[in-house]
C-alpha cells in the first residue's frame, strides 16, 4: 500500500471525527462548511466524503487520472458528476444553485491531475498550475455510472442505514460485475469506536481513491432503542422519491421490454408529478448520446444539505 494512500485514508478517520463533532454542536444536527455538497448523504455520525474540505483532504481525490473522478467542483460548489461531461453537468445544476440561467462554462484540470473546476468562461480557478481541458472532454462514462449507482437511494449504498461488512462489499462487488469492472478492487477501511455494536456499519464508498478501486469506509455504530434514521430530503418526500423510482423501474423492465432513456425520462416526469413530487425537488440528467445500446433505468441520489434530488436517466448493458 502507497504512503500516500495511507495518509489519504488516514484523512478520512479524521473527517469522520470532525463530522460527528461539528454534527453535535449543531443546533439543526447539522453544520454548513459553506458549500453546498451535492451527491453524498451526510448520516449523524457517519463518514462523509463530502466534508474531506473541512478536515483538510482535497475532496477531488489524489493526483492522478482525472477522468476517473467522480466529484468536481461547479462554481463555488462541489459537487458530484452525473454524465461524465462536468461542463453540461454544471449547466444543468447551475440554476438550482445559484438561482439563474449558467453563465458560458469551461472546465480546468490542475496540471498535476486530481481536480476537475468549471467557472464561467474568463474566470479560470484562483492559483496557478491550471489547464482548461478541451470542449467536450468527458469521465469515464463507466466510473460514473458505478459512483451513481453506489449513490441510489433504493439499491445503493444510501438504501440503508445499517450494513454488515459482508453486505456492502457483496452489493458492490455486484454493480462491479455488472458494470463490467471486473478487473477492479474493493478496498475496505474501518474506522473502530468504543462501544459500537459490530453488526451495524454506517458505509461511504468512494471511487478515484486508488485507480480502478472503491473504497468503503465503515464506522460501527450503536443505535440508541426505538432510532430511526434521518432523510436530507425529509421522510415523506424519501419516501415518495424512493417508491417512484421503484415503480418507474419496473415499468420500464416490465414484459422484458428495453426502453430508451427518452421513454425513462418521460415516465419519471409523469410518475413524479402523479406522486407529488414538484419538477423544484429534482435535477433530471441524461448524458449526450445516451440512447445507443443497452437497457433505459432510472438512478436517484438525495445530496446533503436537503437540496432536490439528482436524478439521472442512463441505459445500463
Not at 478541451?134 to 440503508?160: M, N
Not at 442505514?161 to 456492502?168: D, E, F, H, I, L
Not at 475496505?188 to 459500537?196: D, P, Y
Request: hydrophobic share 40%; proline share 8%.
Amino acid at each position: 500500500m502507497s504512503s500516500a494512500l495511507d495518509r489519504f485514508e488516514q484523512s478520512l478517520v479524521r473527517a469522520s471525527h470532525t463530522l460527528h463533532q461539528q454534527q453535535q454542536h449543531s443546533a439543526g444536527g447539522r453544520r454548513s462548511s459553506g458549500l453546498r455538497s451535492r451527491g453524498w448523504r451526510i448520516p449523524a455520525g457517519a463518514l462523509a466524503i463530502g466534508v474531506l474540505a473541512a478536515a483538510g483532504t482535497s475532496l477531488l481525490g489524489p493526483t492522478g487520472n482525472p477522468r476517473e473522478i467522480a466529484q468536481f467542483e461547479c462554481g463555488e460548489d462541489i459537487t458530484a458528476s452525473v454524465t461524465g461531461e462536468p461542463v453540461r453537468d454544471c449547466a444543468t445544476l447551475w440554476p438550482s444553485m445559484y438561482h439563474h440561467a449558467p453563465p458560458p462554462l469551461v472546465a480546468w484540470v490542475a496540471e498535476t491531475g486530481g481536480a476537475v473546476v468549471v467557472t464561467p468562461v474568463g474566470q479560470p480557478p484562483a492559483g496557478g498550475g491550471w489547464r482548461a481541458l478541451p470542449k467536450g472532454w468527458t469521465a469515464d462514462s463507466a466510473v460514473l455510472l458505478l459512483h451513481t449507482q453506489l449513490g441510489d437511494i433504493t439499491t445503493g449504498i444510501e438504501a440503508r442505514p445499517c450494513w454488515s461488512a459482508p453486505a456492502a462489499s457483496a452489493l458492490v462487488a455486484a454493480m462491479l460485475h455488472t458494470d463490467e469492472l471486473d478487473s477492479w478492487h474493493i478496498r475496505v477501511r474501518t474506522e473502530r469506536a468504543n462501544g459500537a455494536h459490530p453488526n451495524c456499519l454506517l458505509v461511504s464508498a468512494a471511487t478515484g481513491v486508488e485507480p480502478r478501486s472503491v473504497l468503503l469506509v465503515e464506522r460501527p455504530v450503536r443505535e440508541p432503542a426505538g432510532w430511526s434514521p434521518t432523510f436530507p430530503s425529509g421522510p415523506i418526500e424519501h419516501a415518495r422519491l424512493t417508491s417512484t423510482e421503484t415503480r418507474v423501474n419496473a415499468s420500464l423492465s416490465a414484459d422484458g421490454r428495453c426502453a430508451s432513456v427518452t421513454q425513462a425520462v418521460a415516465l419519471w416526469r409523469s410518475s413524479a408529478h402523479a406522486a407529488g413530487i414538484p419538477a423544484s425537488r429534482y435535477v433530471l440528467f441524461t448524458r449526450s448520446g445516451a440512447d445507443t445500446g443497452g437497457c433505459a433505468h432510472v438512478f436517484v441520489d438525495v445530496p446533503g444539505g436537503g437540496g432536490p434530488a439528482d436524478v439521472y436517466a442512463a441505459k445500463l448493458q
